[in-house]
């Protein structure tokens, strides 16, 4: 089982720790880790289906960032 958090260890902020360890304890204890990886990957694929211009901007970076390598 997850180690219990206050998830204020991503420094957040109030009241976004606060929602996010309730969230968490509401979830079966999920880890405020596995809420964020799920909330960043959302929103990333949410941002990119809107907007051309930043998918646009998202595969160049990628495209820079594999030929570097990282």
């Known amino acids: 089982m997850a ?4 998830g204020a260890r ?5 009241p976004l720790d606060n929602d996010l360890a309730d969230f ?3 979830n079966w204890n ?4 596995e809420v964020l990886r799920d909330a ?3 929103f990333i694929e949410a941002q990119l289906a809107a ?3 930043l ?6 970076a990628r ?3 594999l030929a570097l390598g990282d």
């Open 3 to 6: 180690r219990q958090t206050t």
């Open 10 to 14: 991503f420094r957040l902020g109030d």
């Open 24 to 26: 968490c304890a509401a």
């Open 30 to 33: 999920c880890s405020a880790t």
């Open 40 to 42: 960043v990957k959302a």
């Open 51 to 53: 907007n051309e211009g």
């Open 55 to 60: 998918q646009q901007r998202y595969a160049d």
């Open 63 to 65: 495209k820079r960032r």
